[in-house]
Structure formats: structure tokens, C-alpha cells
């Protein structure tokens, strides 16, 4: 549940270099999107920190690991072997242990052998030298009612090991007795000052029943091992580092799975993650890095906040979905909590893995920007699937977004490779807003910076909102993009407030006809828009081919829809075509589009010769685009324009923006970490 906050000062308009963009536009140029504007096409490696690099090359710079890291055998070497006896403990060897009844405190570095059962006591780690202390938990059984079993209050390095074979469990009782009251400390089952490294092959089992699970103070390095935690709040914390190499994790938390926590130093807080299978059900994030997300691997199933909800809600009192607004005031939004899959304040990077999330807050968020360049994700959630408030990039990767309130959303949206496939309740892929977006309530704000860019990839977009919608500017040079949807003519299945320029690449997009537009006229690829007499039913056939008989299209809508626009660099001006309906084709269908078939059986429903860079077609053949509609560099949206008749607005009242009373117009704002 958000809380909502008032704030009376509209949110900057984003510049081209706090989006990064190649631009070279003129103040005067950029400060508005006009019919008349030409759309400036976004350097991709410029829409992320790490510029041209990739993220495994990012993540060597930022990760390193030590022979400590590493597990090796430790029976061979000098050990100290402390035995644990219910109500107090015996040690044996060279290294510095003092026993006070069932506390066990470790003086100096070396590698120690904990076995047996503490029933209620404490191992605490107060190193005076300088050198690593390892902790062997070669099956342990040790509680604590009243502080952290496991406590390393001062060591250079401490490293706990996990020995194939060994099951270990530590727990903690529900009140602490703290050892540092002012900065309430330690406040996990194992608890680290400083740096913390788990490795091995064993089973570690951490049920907090205080606070947290397993907390490193700096940073904390995971390199192994079968680690089981079930927390009260947050499962696995690490301040300045959290570094997952390789691992089993079955985490339960009633609040984040995975985190770090240094807000104060912007080279500090990232996480990393390189490899290991995760199941994370946390009522709050799943995994959450304070600064930047890293993934170069791994399989995830993360569930948060409950889960997804059954039914998505769907905004009916906005135009396009959330609408746009003129008002110089807004209604920000701040989250008292956060239910997101993954989370990042700054990069949000994802070179590979396997996911499969189901939130009840974004899938994917960051406060900055996403950059997918490999992996399998498979998301529900109960608001946006993927959202940056500045810049989404995929370069990469397949993505199947099967639940949610809106697909995709960001300032900026770059898809350069890729495939994509988007089920909304609202929009399928939405630039507009920038500042967390996410929530029912956004309204978006147009600006000339915002860009929507398809150069490559496959996306497919199923939506009850618009399909593919920019605030600002929309350029498509390449790839394939199919849209079903919205039959509310309220929405459109192209909806753009700047230009629309095409060049390469299909796009199809089927859907409503009330608010429909179609490219701009500067756009250097021709394409058709069709306004059909009366619904079509979801399913029917759309068949475009040229006077050789050569297919240009055949796609079978996911939904029923009334207009259909179709862009394809086998549309050529004074060439003649032939638009077809219902039949049946023998192609390869994926998301309705069809490939490499023979079609067959349909209805003819007008023949035509391209005449511009959008021919405007109903049942009689060529006609007049509607007054105010696509196709003249802008749509009835972007101009503001009255619709012509027969197209009027749904009553849906007010019209956000249009009455200077008008306050509840709400832009999101970043949500607390």
C-alpha cells in the first residue's frame, strides 16, 4: 500500500544530458515537442553508466576474491578444534580461546573447528591481531536467547566455512541485549563488524527470530555453501559489498532477501551477484542494492510481497491510461514499503540467469537505469514489470512479462536487441514520468527528452492501455513489433506526444480506433493505417500483400480490434496492395505474427496503391487522414486536438490537465530503499 505525500513544485524537465542522449537540438529546439520536430535517435551506450563496457567486465573491476574467499581443507593444517558441550565449551590446540561458562571468545586469527551443540551461548570473534579468523562450522547447533550466536566484534577478516557433509544451524531468541546500545548492535544471528566470507559446500541453517539474518558490517563475500535463512526483517545484508559467487540460498524474510545498506559512499553498496540458485519469499525486496545491482548469472525464483496480485486494476479515468498533465503542481508519491523483485538506487545490470518473479511491486526497478544484456526472465507483478526512472536498455535476453499494470516503463526506452513479450492491464510499454512511475496514479509529463527507440529485438505487446506509448518522442530503425490491444477506444495501440519516425524494422499494431495514429510524416518507412466498418473479432486474420502476391504481413490479432497500422520496408510508394481478412495461413506463429506460410481462404478487403508515407485506408479504399489524428507529426494527443466526429472521448469527465483546479495529477517519486 503507498502513502501519498503533496509537494507543490513540478519535477525538473529531464535534459538531454541527465538522459544521456546524443542530442545536438538547440534549447529553443528541445524545450518543446512539436508536430514539426525531428526525433533524435539515442546513442544506446550512452543510456548507462558503464558506456560501452560490458557487465562482466564492470563486476571484475568492482569484485575480487582472495585465497580466503575460496574454501580449502582444513584437516591437514594447524586448527584449534573447539568442542561445544550444551552449557559451555573445551578447545584444544594453539590458537587464543578463553570460555567463560557458555560464551567463547576468539583472541587471534587462525582457523578453528567448531563441533557440538551451545544451548544458550555465544561465539564471539575479538581478534588483537591482525590476521584472518576462520570459523569451521563442522556441524554446530548453536542458540542464543539474548545476542547473536555468531558474533565477529573485531577482525581483520573473518571467514566461516561450511564442510561438505555438515549441517549447521544457528539461532537467536526475539530480544537482544545489545553490545553497542547506541548504534544497536549486533542485531543479526551471525553479525560482522567487518569483513565476512561464507564458503563451502555444508548446509548452514539461520533462523533470526530478532532482526536480521546474516549481516556484514562491510563487506560481506559469499562463495559457497547451502545456506537456509529465515529472518524476522532482512535475510542477508551487506553494508559496502555483497558478493554472492557461487551458492544454494532458500531465503524467507519478513523483509528484504538480499541487501545492502551504505547510502553514504556512491563507490559503496553494490551487489553482485555471479552465480547460484535462489528461492527468495520476502515480504518486502527481494534483492535490493542500496547503489548498483550486478547479475552475470544464476537461477532465481523470487516472490514478494505476497506475490502478484490475481487481477491487475485497471485505470478507467484517464486518457491513454494515466494521461498527461499541463499543471505546474503535481501529487508525488513515497512508498512506506517496497515489494519489488529487484531493486537498485542507481544500475540496474543483468548479464544473465534465469528468473522467475512474482511481485506485488515492480519486477524490476531501478532509480536510475536497467540494462539487460542476457538472461531469461519470466515476471508477474501487480504494478510495472520492468521500470528505470531514467533509462531502460536491452541489449539482450528474453523477456516474457505475463502480469502486470504496465510492461515497461521509463523516461527513456532503448531496445536494441532482444525478445520481448508484454501482457499490461495499462500500457505496454510507457515512456513518460521518469520519477518512479510506478503506482496507479502517475501522471505522466511530456518532455522532448523522453524517447521511446526500437532498433532491434522481436516485442510483442498485449494491452488493455496503450501499446506502445511515449510522452515524448518515438524512433524505430529496425526489429520486429507487434501490438494487440486496447479496445478501449480511449487508449491507442500507437500513442506518441512528439514524432514518431520509422525507418526499418515491421510494426504492426492492431487495436481500438478512437485515439489511433500512425508515423509521422517525416519518417522515411511508408506504412498503411486501416479503419475498419465494425469490430473485428481477436483472432482474424490481418493478410498485406503486394500486386506479386508476396506477403508483407499476416498477423492474428490477441485481441478484437477496429484499425490496424502496418510499417514495413517492403512498402513502396506508387506500388499497389492488397489487404486481406480472415482466412488462414500455414506460417510459424509467435504472439499472432506469422512467418514463412502460405495464406489462404480470406476476404479481400481493399485493394490500394501506396501514395504517402501513410496511406489512411477504410473499406472504400484511400482516404483523408482523420483531422487531428497520426500521420502529421503528432497525434490527437500531442496536439491537443478535438477529435473529429464520430471519434469523440468516452465521457471519462475532466480531462487531466484542463482545469487549473485540478490537484489530483500525481507523478511518483523514487521510493524509500
Request: aromatic content about 4%.
Amino acid at each position: 500500500m503507498k502513502r501519498k505525500y503533496k509537494f507543490t513544485k513540478l519535477i525538473a524537465p529531464l535534459l538531454c544530458t541527465t538522459l544521456l542522449f546524443a542530442c545536438s537540438n538547440t534549447e529553443e529546439e528541445s524545450s518543446t515537442s512539436t508536430s514539426t520536430s525531428t526525433a533524435t535517435e539515442v546513442n544506446i551506450e550512452s543510456l548507462s553508466t558503464l558506456g560501452d563496457s560490458d557487465i562482466k567486465s564492470v563486476v571484475s573491476g568492482l569484485v575480487s576474491y582472495s585465497d580466503d574467499d575460496l574454501y580449502t581443507e582444513w584437516e591437514t593444517g594447524e586448527v584449534t578444534s573447539i568442542q561445544l558441550n550444551g552449557s559451555t565449551a573445551t578447545s584444544e590446540g594453539s590458537g587464543g580461546v578463553v570460555v567463560s561458562g557458555s560464551t567463547v571468545t576468539i583472541k587471534t586469527g587462525g582457523v578453528y573447528v567448531l563441533s557440538g551443540t551451545l544451548d544458550d551461548g555465544q561465539i564471539i570473534v575479538d581478534a588483537e591481531d591482525n590476521n584472518t579468523v576462520r570459523l569451521v562450522l563442522n556441524g554446530v547447533d548453536i542458540t542464543s536467547s539474548s545476542s547473536a550466536p555468531i558474533y565477529v566484534k573485531n577482525a581483520e577478516k573473518a571467514v566461516i566455512s561450511l564442510p561438505k557433509g555438515t549441517e549447521n544451524t544457528i539461532t537467536d531468541g526475539t530480544q537482544y541485549v545489545y553490545d553497542d546500545a547506541e548504534a544497536e548492535e549486533p542485531n543479526s544471528a551471525i553479525f560482522s563488524k567487518g569483513n565476512l566470507t561464507i564458503n563451502g559446500e555444508g548446509t548452514l541453517v539461520v533462523k533470526a527470530n530478532f532482526n536480521n539474518g546474516i549481516t556484514g558490517k562491510d563487506d560481506l563475500k559469499i562463495t559457497g555453501g547451502n545456506i537456509k535463512v529465515t529472518a524476522k526483517d532482512d535475510a542477508i545484508v551487506g553494508r559496502d559489498l555483497l558478493a554472492i559467487k557461487e551458492g544454494t540460498f532458500t531465503i524467507t524474510a519478513g523483509g528484504d532477501g538480499f541487501k545492502t545498506t551504505n547510502d553514504e559512499d556512491a563507490e559503496k553498496g553494490n551487489l553482485v551477484v555471479e552465480g547460484g540458485t535462489f528461492t527468495i519469499n520476502a515480504e518486502n525486496d527481494g534483492i535490493q542494492a542500496q547503489t548498483s545491482l550486478y547479475t552475470l548469472g544464476g537461477d532465481y525464483t523470487i516472490k514478494t510481497g505476497g506475490g502478484s496480485p490475481e487481477t491487475v486494476a485497471v485505470n478507467q479515468n484517464a486518457m491513454g491510461g494515466r494521461g498527461q498533465s499541463t499543471s505546474t503542481t503535481t501529487t508525488t508519491t513515497t512508498e512506506t514499503s517496497s515489494s519489488k523483485g529487484l531493486k537498485a538506487s542507481a544500475e540496474l545490470a543483468i548479464a544473465g540467469g534465469t528468473f522467475a518473479i512474482d511481485a506485488l511491486d515492480d519486477a524490476v526497478h531501478s532509480n536510475g537505469n536497467v540494462l539487460i544484456e542476457a538472461g531469461e526472465m519470466t515476471i508477474a507483478t501487480g504494478d510495472d514489470g520492468i521500470h528505470a526512472d531514467a533509462s531502460v536498455l536491452t541489449k539482450g535476453g528474453n523477456i516474457t512479462i505475463n502480469k502486470s499494470y504496465e510492461g515497461i516503463e521509463g523516461a527513456v526506452i532503448a531496445i536494441a536487441d532482444g525478445t520481448i513479450d508484454v501482457t499490461a492491464s495499462d500500457d505496454g510499454i510507457n515512456v513518460g514520468g521518469g520519477v518512479d512511475g510506478s503506482g496507479m496514479d502517475m501522471e505522466s509529463n511530456t518532455s522532448s527528452d523522453m524517447m521511446l527507440q526500437i532498433s532491434g529485438g522481436y516485442v510483442s505487446v498485449n494491452s488493455q492501455g496503450d501499446g506502445l506509448d511515449s510522452n515524448g518522442n518515438f524512433v524505430m530503425t529496425g526489429g520486429t513489433a507487434v501490438v494487440s490491444g486496447p479496445t478501449n477506444s480511449g487508449n491507442g495501440s500507437l500513442d506518441y506526444n512528439g514524432t514518431f519516425e520509422i525507418s526499418g524494422g515491421l510494426l504492426i499494431a492492431a487495436g481500438s480506433s478512437g485515439m489511433v495514429q500512425a508515423s509521422s510524416d517525416t519518417s522515411e518507412q511508408n506504412g498503411i493505417l486501416m479503419t475498419y466498418p465494425g469490430t473485428q473479432s481477436a483472432g482474424t486474420l490481418i493478410h498485406l500483400e503486394d500486386s506479386e502476391g508476396n506477403t508483407i504481413a499476416t498477423f492474428a490479432p490477441e485481441k478484437e480490434y477496429s484499425s490496424v497500422y502496418i510499417s514495413s520496408p517492403d512498402l513502396a510508394k506508387d506500388s499497389s496492395y492488397t489487404l486481406s481478412s480472415g482466412g488462414t495461413s500455414t506460417g510459424t506463429e509467435t504472439n499472432g505474427l506469422y512467418t514463412d506460410g502460405k495464406y489462404s481462404g480470406g476476404t479481400k478487403v481493399v485493394e490500394f496503391t501506396i501514395s504517402d508515407v501513410v496511406t489512411w485506408l477504410n473499406e472504400s479504399g484511400v482516404t483523408e487522414a482523420a483531422a487531428g489524428m497520426g500521420g502529421r507529426g503528432g497525434g490527437m494527443r500531442g496536439n491537443g486536438g478535438t477529435p473529429p466526429e464520430g471519434m469523440e472521448r468516452p465521457d471519462r469527465g475532466t480531462v487531466p490537465g484542463t482545469d487549473s483546479s485540478t490537484t489530483d495529477q500525481s507523478t511518483t517519486t523514487s521510493d524509500s530503499l
